[in-house]
């Protein structure tokens, strides 16, 4: 396994649409290991194929707390199938924008449908953290990123402030 730099904000790579996985090989394995090492590296609890340049329906997850089982899950061109009518927010961060957090509010559970690394057909059932931080991974498959859901204003707000952190 090996660590990939993780692409930050305004990287075009963040923006691009991604391809689905169609070949269930060794590749794909491999690629899977190396965003979870990449997030586990990085602190995150998500890390989707953009944000290391792999512009492909891929993401990973583990939503684990500090001292608690790791618990990672790798997601193959992932689908919502189904969204709850209620809403829940959550002050979301990012490891392509980091620093910065602000609130964002998505149904509050969803369906993915997926597959495996290895072409497994599955689904998952999220709800809390799990359903935020999925939506969160499957945003950035269709170049999508948290500050998309802000209004403008706040949009603004976090940009500039990321820009001067990131100048300093
Ligand atoms: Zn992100």
Known sequence: MSLKPILLVPHAALREQTAPIG???????LLADDMLETMYEGQGIGLAGPQIGALERILVMDIAGE???????QLVNPEIVWSSEEQSAYNEGCLSIPGQY???????EVKVRYQTP???EKELNASGLLATCVQHEID????ILFIDHLSKLKRD?????YRKAQSA
């Open 23 to 29: 070949l269930f090989d060794k590749r794909v394995k």
């Open 67 to 73: 001292g608690e089982k790791p618990n990672p899950l």
């Open 102 to 108: 602000g609130e964002v509010v998505r149904p509050a």
């Open 118 to 120: 290895s072409g497994e």
């Open 140 to 143: 950035h498959l269709h170049g």
């Open 157 to 161: 707000i976090l940009m500039r402030k």
